[in-house]
């Protein structure tokens, strides 16, 4: 039996539902190919985002802030997507079919938006006007044909971000010391490769975009996504494929139903009464927070049901205490999970308005123009200066002063929020500048005597402040969650930017309402020439700076409180 564990992986099988051979199956090579499919996706869906509104307002002629609030539907609703491709990974599909099947849907996706941005028929005139109001809008057909090429790339987004990283992991043995030094450097691995298909998206393709043609780019994307799903495919032999044990969220709706169901019953004097069915070692201590949970696992006559000649618990009437403790560790997750959505609602604000701003901006280097969504290439180095510095400088010289691996996961993100409220400071003091050159300048200027390097700092800070909270948030919702809820705790982590998204398109839509007067300009003006970006920019950053303070309240409240003190709830830091 040893002899069989040390050739084997205990809770993995192969694509025959054998036990997976430690020597045939995972590893590096399978988590390659695993890794081509996320660099292709964020290719896809960033080459599409960080230039979109530049073809909204230009192309299909949408005033500017509804352009910006289409792409930041579009992320947001890919993002929130996610809970659903983990919900269908972990229920019915596993992790293997999900990416296959979401990635055919993501090629589908950009194969009809080449069609759609290459057809005349799918687009309004060109006009020469520079006054959006005077060019023919696109009308509902041509935008139902964008939406659903978009909305199926978000599906597509969705599916697969849900299960790559969880996919890849699977592919390495946590019980081997080996496997799991490599399972370390697949997650540096797998940042970087998010990292470079974003630079690759907003660099090559942004620029194919801007001096070949849209369709000729988003061609390139579905080729891509295609190559990607028959490089994973060609995998299947060799991946380790894991059980699912069952949907986190129908455990989590048990532990509530039943917990309603007993609201009226008494707690007993001492958790030892309480229902648990978790061997010892498994188990997770008990903890004084949301008491009323507990009742969950009071025991009950009423409770069992009869199965062939045993009788077993209905899970829908008790819980263990484990399970309901489960649940627990998944609510401490809340706060820092609602104070963090402000990021990436000034993130939204970098790939949108930043964008439009650089269009209006002196962007030549000699005969080089440089492409105005382009600009982002230095909210991309900026990410990945950062690591490199963080992994190379900061860590070792906190662990040579005070012992420690670099900072801690709530750090990261607290840091990663004060970086983005300098950034938008930054962003609002180029716009004062830019505004009194653009009110200097003759009626109808197209491009205004001011560099787009004006902007940098907004792109470095806010792309420093990604690196930290990114990371930070991977790390905190991974180790924070039970063993059989990381899943769902990833998708948790990736609603964080859904929602930031979706703030984003409401604060905007709010802020021009509020703002726009009866001649309708506003701060969000349809021609930002004439509004007070800056304005909105400083509102961000005030509003970014409560979160801030919410957030170190919520960092101080995360830490469960255990009735015994000797002890910590999760025992060894196991979870």
Known sequence: MDRKASWSVADAVDYKGLPAEKSKTGGWVPAA???????????????????????????????????ANIVTDFLGTSFLLCLFGGFLADSFLGRYLTIAIFAMIQALGTGMLSISTKLPQLRPPPCNSTVTEQCQRANGFQM?????SLYLIGVGTGGLKSSVSG???????????????????FFNRFFFFISTGTLLACTVLVYIQDEVGRSWAYGICCISMVLALLVFLSGTRRYRYKKSSGSPIVHILQVIVAAIRKRKLTLPSSVVFLYDDYPEASRIQHTDQFRFLDKAAIVAEEDH???GQTKQPNPWKMCSVTR??????????????????????IYAQMITFSVEQATTMERSIGSFQIPAGSLTA??????????????????????KWKGKQGFTSLQRIGIGLSFSIIGMAAAALAEVKRLSVARDAASGTTTLPISVFTLIPQFLFV????????TGQLDFFITRSPKGMKTMSTGLFLTTLSLGFFLSSFLVSFVKGVTGGKGGQGWL??????????????????????????????????????????????????C
Not at 144 to 148: D, N
Not at 386 to 394: H, L
């Open 33 to 67: 190919r695993i890794l081509v499919v996320e660099i292709c996706e964020r290719l896809s869906t960033m080459g599409i985002a960080v230039n979109l509104v530049t073809y909204l307002g230009g192309t299909m002629h949408l005033p500017s802030a509804e352009s």
């Open 144 to 148: 139902g044909a964008l939406y659903l």
């Open 167 to 185: 996919f890849g992991t699977d592919q390495f043995d946590e019980k081997d010391e080996k496997e799991r030094s490599q399972m370390a450097y």
């Open 305 to 307: 049901e009869v199965k």
């Open 324 to 345: 309901i403790e489960e649940v627990k560790m998944m609510i401490r997750l809340l706060p820092i999970w609602a104070t963090t959505f402000m990021f990436w609602t």
């Open 378 to 399: 230095f909210f991309v180095a900026a990410i990945l200066i950062t690591c490199a510095v963080y992994d190379r400088v900061i860590m070792p010289l906190m662990k």
């Open 463 to 470: 792309g420093a402040g990604e690196a930290f909270i990114y």
């Open 525 to 574: 003006a349809d021609n930002i020439n004439y509004g007070r970006l800056d304005c909105f920019y400083g509102l961000l950053a005030g509003l970014s700076t409560i979160n801030l303070g919410a957030f170190l309240v919520c960092a101080g409240w995360s830490k469960p409180r255990v009735e015994s003190p000797e002890k910590d709830s999760c025992g060894d830091d196991k």
